[in-house]
């Protein structure tokens, strides 16, 4: 359970179409301490990730269309923190979670997108990197990583107002302290300046859509399903199999597709079927 009431994490296993159990609860959380200087990711102009950028994805009945570039991105609304429970986990990126680092989870910015968050409750700022999805609650904006939430002052309210703006990535490595708190404003980063966010954005992905009807252990099992869909009609269904042996696992996907409208008109044939669950994957 986490303080700001995260009802899902990460959406990294949504990549791997698998989606962690939902948990709720508002409660502010104790944390150990961060020890010493923490440093953030260091980047001086970082690529598109290939993981976590699909062009939308549906998370507890909501869809969410990330966004094609961060450019001039400047909101105000609730942020709230993620800690020790998922400590050591896969982010949307494919990088751990290290809730020492100045990171943070976004439903809609491009991973990675470096930004600046102010609590507007006591004007302190940190710079983090955006690395993950979530969170998946209508009234949250930002996600952040227990060394940011520690820096805002926020840990113990679980949850605080803030504005999140777009930067560049920092032109240094900075060093941050996880436990600073300054009673004046001040930003928690190293670097003497950020980069331009007027620097040209991110060469677009080259994954494709497909949509996912089920995954198997069995290969057997995958292979009925494709005969059951070829026999609904349903063009090229394939198996894709990923791992060896007793850990592979045997995916039915159909396309590639062109949009959100395709795959919703996908999925209702597929429900019209008998077989719901149709999820959104990307891929070479």
């Not at 507890?60 to 020790?84: D, E, F, I, M, N």
């Not at 400590?87 to 020492?100: A, V």
Request: hydrophobic share 35%; net charge positive.
């Amino acid at each position: 359970m986490t303080p700001g009431g995260r009802p899902q994490r990460t959406y990294g296993a949504l990549l791997s179409m698998v989606f962690l159990t939902a948990c709720a609860g508002n409660g502010p959380q104790r944390e150990p301490q961060a020890s010493g200087t923490e440093r953030t990711p260091p980047a001086t102009s970082e690529p598109r990730s290939g993981r976590g950028n699909p062009p939308f994805y549906d998370v507890l009945g909501k869809r969410y269309h990330v966004l094609p570039t961060s450019a001039g991105y400047r909101q105000r609304g609730v942020a709230s923190w993620y800690g020790r429970d998922f400590h050591g986990l896969s982010t949307s990126s494919g990088e751990t979670y290290d809730m020492h680092a100045m990171t943070a989870a976004h439903t809609t910015l491009p991973i990675p997108t470096w930004v600046e968050v102010t609590n507007l409750s006591n004007g302190k700022n940190v710079v983090v990197k955006v690395n993950d999805r979530g969170p998946f609650v209508d009234n949250r904006l930002i996600d952040l990583s227990f060394a940011a939430a520690t820096a805002l002052d926020m840990v113990q309210s679980g949850t605080t107002r803030v504005e999140v703006r777009a930067i560049g990535a920092p032109v240094a490595t900075p060093q941050v302290t996880a436990a600073a708190t300054q009673s004046a404003p001040t930003t928690v980063m190293g670097a003497s300046r950020p980069v331009s966010s007027s620097a040209p954005a991110p060469p677009a992905t080259t994954e494709r859509m497909f949509v996912q009807v089920g995954a198997f252990s069995e290969r057997d099992n995958a292979t009925r399903l494709v005969q059951r869909l070829r026999a609904s009609g349903f063009v090229d269904p394939v198996v894709v199999t990923d791992g060896e042996g007793s850990r592979a696992l045997h995916r039915v996907r159909l396309g590639p597709i062109r949009d959100s409208q395709e795959f919703d008109e996908l999925s209702a044939r597929l429900r019209d079927i008998g077989v719901p669950g149709a999820r959104l994957v990307v891929g070479p």
